[in-house]
T-cell receptor, first 111, second 113 residues
Framework: GNSVTQMEGPVTLSEEAFLTINCTYT??????LFWYVQYPGEGLQLLLK?????DKGSNKGFEATYRKETTSFHLEKGSVQVSDSAVYFC??????????FGAGTRLTVKP | EAGVAQSPRYKIIEKRQSVAFWCNPI?????LYWYQQILGQGPKLLIQ????????DSQLPKDRFSAERLKGVDSTLKIQPAKLEDSAVYLC???????????FGEGSWLTVV
């Protein structure tokens, strides 16, 4: 079945460092890909998405490109801030609209 | 526009007791999901409805969990009898169509003691 594998955390970075969180997927057909974020004490929020190959999703300085050839959707940000500290989830939505999540990666950004 | 509504927000029960959670999705959203999120893990899909039909319930522990969406709008998730390992946040989510954003409720926090 469809599944998502993402980089295990936790990840600790200094402010203004470059961030990459790896995500790869297994799916039949043409899934849509998502990154969700969960800030401390809050619910899941959509960060960005891409619905077809080579699409780039972007929001709040974060970017991810849908790479069909490598079945990947890595999350990147050029300069992280303390306020980016959260848990990040990679997810995919398959042909039946079934939404599957990765295990999550906890990011801590230190001043 | 109102978001996904869930209740109760918090529930503490003893093992072997039963509990029910309610969800009202965003108006017009045909697809409704129930997820279980155990602390420190990603959300695990329990069941997916399309209108009042079940699309996927492969990860629902059917010996103790049940869910229904009789009129294709709101939904209930029941656990009977509860086990200690059922302690988790139960998230309801909805979307209008494939590829669109899925919106989550605030979750129902269950503690089984």
């Amino acid at each position: 079945g469809n599944s998502v594998t993402q980089m295990e955390g936790p990840v600790t970075l200094s402010e203004e460092a470059f961030l990459t969180i790896n995500c790869t997927y297994t799916a039949t057909g043409y899934p849509s890909l998502f990154w969700y974020v969960q800030y401390p004490g809050e619910g899941l929020q959509l960060l960005l998405k891409a619905t077809k190959a080579d699409d780039k999703g972007s929001n709040k300085g974060f970017e991810a490109t849908y790479r069909k050839e490598t079945t990947s959707f890595h999350l990147e940000k050029g300069s992280v801030q303390v306020s980016d500290s959260a848990v990040y989830f990679c997810a995919l939505s398959g042909n039946n609209n079934d939404m599957r999540f990765g295990a999550g990666t906890r990011l801590t950004v230190k001043p | 526009e109102a978001g996904v509504a869930q209740s109760p927000r918090y529930k503490i029960i003893e093992k072997r007791q039963s509990v029910a959670f309610w969800c009202n999705p965003i108006s017009g959203h045909a697809t409704l999901y129930w997820y279980q999120q155990i602390l420190g893990q990603g959300p695990k899909l329990l069941i997916q409805f399309q209108n009042n039909g079940v699309v996927d319930d492969s990860q629902l522990p059917k010996d103790r969990f049940s869910a229904e969406r009789l009129k294709g709008v709101d939904s209930t998730l029941k656990i009977q009898p509860a086990k200690l390992e059922d302690s988790a946040v139960y998230l309801c989510a909805s979307t209008s169509q494939r590829g669109n954003t899925i919106y989550f409720g605030e979750g129902s926090w269950l503690t089984v003691v």
